[in-house]
């Protein structure tokens, strides 16, 4: 079973940056995507950007230009590194993992909170 650690969240201010990380237990070239999504209470849980096997990038429109998802390969991490943070960026942040069709793995959710 591939598990996911996820960290890097934390407490930052309007205008801030910080840098998720999100480290498999097998290698990140294992995996045909990865991404991450976010998730407030009460709300489907959407994705925020994705990396793709082929180099492709995805991004929601609200965080493009502000958020950059990549690999890196020393350390078999994909990251997010989120700038200009705004407070409706705060929210659960989850990694996902896809090997195939239907087969996809998740991580715990790391909290990102944006104050005012």
């Known amino acids: 079973q591939v598990q996911l650690a996820e960290s890097g969240g934390g407490l930052v201010q309007a205008g801030g940056s910080l840098t998720l990380s999100c480290a498999p237990s097998?290698?990140?070239?294992?995996?045909?995507?990865m991404a991450w999504y976010r998730q407030t209470p009460g709300a489907q849980r959407e994705l925020v950007a994705g990396?793709?096997?082929?180099?492709?990038?995805k991004y929601a429109d609200d965080v493009k230009g502000r958020f950059t998802i990549s690999k890196d390969r020393s350390r078999n991490t994909v990251n997010l590194r989120m700038t200009d943070l705004k407070p409706e960026d705060t929210a659960v942040y989850f990694c996902?993992?896809?090997?195939?069709?239907?087969?996809?793995?998740w991580g715990q959710g790391t909290q990102v909170t944006v104050s005012s």
């Open positions: 996902k993992a896809v090997r195939a069709v239907s087969v996809d793995y």
């Open positions: 097998t290698s990140i070239f294992d995996f045909v995507a």
């Open positions: 990396i793709y096997a082929g180099g492709q990038l």
